[in-house]
């Protein structure tokens, strides 16, 4: 994780290190790989992260597949969570995961996540103090190449101390 999170850090300015990174995730998360997740921009509060409409992520009426889009979302908002974090001692697990669709997707599709250090100060850190989890609940639009509203994710994730986890 620490070394994952200083290649995050060091991606926010480099193009080089953005694709080594991209690399890294592939192998680090392989059921990912298939849809090919491109990492479009690294910021200091989250990522910009497009999928392909590519004939694997399709489905049968030759739009962007459910699954893949719900992916997507989980995966800009888990990233987001583990660079603005930048901590090892609290356990990132998805607790649950809504989506709504809007319009069927024929072009690649975007997905951009931002989650400042106020929010999280507030909404976790200072929660963690009485308490053994917290979950925390984000947003992430997708959207096409010609910004048509796609879908929204509600991805709900536990935070939990590690000391407070009892199966590991």
Not at 18 to 31: H, K, N
Not at 48 to 74: D, F, Q
Not at 80 to 88: A, F, I, P, Y
Not at 104 to 121: F, R
Request: aromatic share 10%; glycine share 4%; proline share 4%.
């Amino acid at each position: 994780m620490k070394n994952i999170h200083n290649l995050m850090l060091k991606a926010e300015s480099s193009p080089f290190k953005r694709r080594i990174l991209q690399f890294v995730l592939s192998y680090a998360i392989p059921f990912n790989r298939p849809h090919g997740f491109k990492i479009k921009e690294v910021f200091t509060d989250g990522f910009h992260i497009v999928l392909p409409y590519w004939k694997i992520n399709r489905n049968h009426i030759k739009g962007i597949h459910a699954c893949g889009l719900a992916t997507l979302s989980e995966f800009v908002s888990g990233l987001t969570l583990m660079k603005v974090l930048g901590r090892n001692d609290l356990r990132i697990i998805m607790k649950d995961m809504k989506m709504t669709y809007h319009f069927q997707a024929k072009k690649d599709v975007s997905a951009i996540a931002h989650l400042t250090p106020a929010i999280l100060e507030h909404d976790v850190f200072t929660p963690l103090k009485t308490q053994d989890s917290v979950f925390y609940l984000m947003k992430i639009e997708v959207y096409d190449s010609d910004k048509n509203h796609i879908c929204t994710g509600e991805i709900n994730w536990q935070l939990k101390k590690w000391d407070k986890v009892k199966t590991v």
